[in-house]
């Protein structure tokens, strides 16, 4: 599992029948966008694009993030894992933290062989594409923005969609919640710009850690490399005091202004729609450096299934797991449906009905998820992960006057929905059977498939596959 580079993992995906080389030549508008929206939908293979129009030394990535057998193998696991094979995974690798990053010569790090200074720094050398027809600019949206706490000198990074504005600038969207938004409001208040590094083209391991929330404090090199099961290697930036992936295929240096801001947006998210507009600091980039034959790696944003669902899921899930089993012990497993992360389902051994609830209420506030709009509360004999299922027990089990939670006023980042100050309202639904003693149900059973059943399915599968008699 150990990939040294984006490179390698392409390599390895090809092997596995999991990547394509596209030889055609293809246009940054319309093709790009085309063509990760039609991967993601049918969870198809990830596609290598050599041929560019207007690039004669760069290539770019298309799709591989968008497909759970994908997100397997980036945790070591066979691609037709299960998803609670691959929770298991990533706790696993929470259990190995820290594995500590090693620095490397600035001689042994391939993304320092080309390097851009001042006035030769130009974004528009890379392939760069712009996805919805409504978005404001081309954006990079797959990369580790990496950024230091000016008070304790501790490295966190992260990744935030970025609006290139001309060759040197860009805009950045984080909210306040975001460890950045901690570095750079000390920044303000010390009156000092914050250095940012930006890393795009990662071994997949190391890309994962910048997607997702990890412990506050922990360091997300040493947790890519508990992932991974090898130390990630890092290199000194050029011009700013902060470590970088040594095999990155490119890398931004420069700072987040205190005093240039930008109306950032519109964007197309993962909600589905596009988001409106906010001021933003704009990142004023110095130096690039980068690898010959250099792959950009795009990520595509829209309404999920896409690349970001298959990359933040699992992590999410294990996270909000691990949260909320210290005050809901009797939880299960937890699921995220389709359309997006917003729709949160808990399963779980439930031995009241007020722990039921309490698992909603712990589930909407959680520190882990902070976009989870809708949680639902299933028993053992509902599957999570099967939207059916879970409908199936809301229409069964559940009553709107007395099953439903409601939340107002709650933070709601990125909701098409929100109010104007950015809050909205949260809700959960308890599809839980009532316990035995609730003179509700009390006659009430539940039936269950008998034993035969299973077998007759695969017997029914077989012939539908192979033909012949049942």
């Known amino acids: ?36 929206r039609a991967i993601a939908d049918v969870q198809g293979l990830g596609v290598l694009a050599d041929n560019i129009f207007g690039f004669h030394d760069a290539r770019i990535a298309i799709g591989l993030s968008a497909s759970w057998r994908r997100s397997a193998m980036t945790l070591g696991l066979p691609k037709e894992s299960s998803h609670r094979e691959m929770v298991k995974a990533w706790e696993k690798a929470l259990g190995r933290y820290p594995v500590k990053a ?26 760069i594409p712009k996805t919805s027809l409504q978005d404001a600019a081309p954006y990079i949206t797959k990369m580790m923005c990496i950024t230091k706490d000016p008070d304790s000198g501790w490295v966190n990074a992260g990744m935030y969609r970025m609006q290139v504005l001309d060759r040197n600038r860009t805009g950045i969207m984080f909210h306040g919640s975001r460890h950045i938004a901690e570095h750079y409001n000390k920044a303000r208040r010390d009156k000092r710009p914050l250095e940012m590094a930006v890393a795009i083209g990662l071994d997949p391991a190391t890309l994962l850690t910048a997607a997702v929330k990890i412990p506050r404090g922990w360091d997300e090199f040493d947790f890519a490399g508990a992932l991974r099961q090898a130390p990630v290697e890092l290199v000194k930036a050029e011009t700013a005091d902060l470590p970088v992936p040594a095999t990155a295929e490119i890398v931004l240096e420069g700072e987040l202004s205190l005093t240039a801001n930008l109306l950032e947006g519109p964007f197309g998210e993962f909600t589905g729609s596009y988001s409106g507009c906010l001021m933003m600091p704009i990142f004023q980039i110095n ?16 309404r999920p299934p896409a690349d970001g669902y298959y990359m933040s899921c699992i992590p999410s899930v294990a996270a909000l797991e691990q949260e909320l089993r210290h005050n809901c012990p009797n939880i299960t497993q937890i699921a995220y449906l389709l359309p997006s992360l917003m729709n ?28 989870s709009k809708m949680v639902t509360v299933v028993d ?24 439903l939670v409601i939340l107002p006023g709650l933070a709601s980042e990125l909701d098409p929905s929100a109010e104007d100050d950015g809050t909205g309202c949260k809700f959960g639904i308890d599809a839980t059977k009532s316990i035995a003693t609730s003179p509700r149900h009390s006659v009430v059973q539940f039936i269950l498939p008998r034993q035969e059943t299973e077998a007759w399915k695969k017997r029914i599968l077989r012939v539908m596959k192979e033909g012949g008699e049942l």
Not at 3 to 28: A, F, N, S
Not at 345 to 355: D, K, L, N
Not at 384 to 403: E, F, G, K, S
Request: hydrophobic share 40%.
């Open 380 to 403: 053992e004999d509902v599957d999570p992960w099967n939207a059916q299922d879970v409908l199936w027990a809301i229409v069964t089990r559940c009553q709107a006057n007395t099953d």
């Open 1 to 36: 599992m150990v990939y040294r580079d984006l490179r390698e993992w392409i390599e390895h995906l090809e092997t596995e029948g999991e990547l394509v080389r596209l030889k055609e030549e293809i246009r940054l508008e319309p093709d790009v966008g085309a063509i990760s």
């Open 287 to 302: 130096t690039i450096t980068y690898r010959n034959n250099t792959i950009f790696d795009f990520l595509l944003c829209g």
């Open 102 to 127: 090693k620095m490397v010569a600035k001689e042994d790090a391939p993304c320092k062989q080309n390097i851009m200074r001042g006035e030769e720094v130009n974004l528009f050398s890379f392939p």
């Open 344 to 371: 949160c389902v808990v399963q779980g051994r439930w031995t009241s009905r007020g722990e039921a609830r309490k698992a909603i209420l712990a589930a909407l506030s959680s520190e882990s998820i902070v976009n």
